[in-house]
């Protein structure tokens, strides 16, 4: 099960790594989520070394095969603000959520 990236509570006590588990998803869902792996793990990658063009690129990829993977979704959103807005050079890869 892939892990993803570390995620922080809005009053940021700590931080807690997020994974994906898709053996609850239909069947062609977890298939294409699996076929897609290598990929995702390139993009995830990309992003926890803050390398966001990079993991655009590979999550636009994996979105192409499976547009229905919503954690690639998210993480294509959020690369791409990143890329476009830049981010701050102490960047950690800890997204604080502000709500669930």
Partial sequence: MP???????????????????????ASELAAAKRAT??????????????DFKKAVASFENV???NPADGTAQRYLARAGEHATRG?????????????K
């Avoid at 892990?3 to 998803?25: E, I, W, Y």
């Fill in 87 to 99: 981010t701050a050079a102490d960047w950690t890869g800890i997204e604080v959520m502000e709500r």
């Fill in 63 to 65: 979105l192409r095969l």
């Fill in 37 to 50: 792996a290598a990929e995702f793990s390139r993009g995830l990658e990309a992003w926890q070394t803050a």
């Fill in 3 to 25: 892990s993803h990236t570390k995620f922080t509570t809005f009053n940021g006590l700590q931080p807690m790594r997020v994974f994906d588990c898709f053996a609850g998803d």
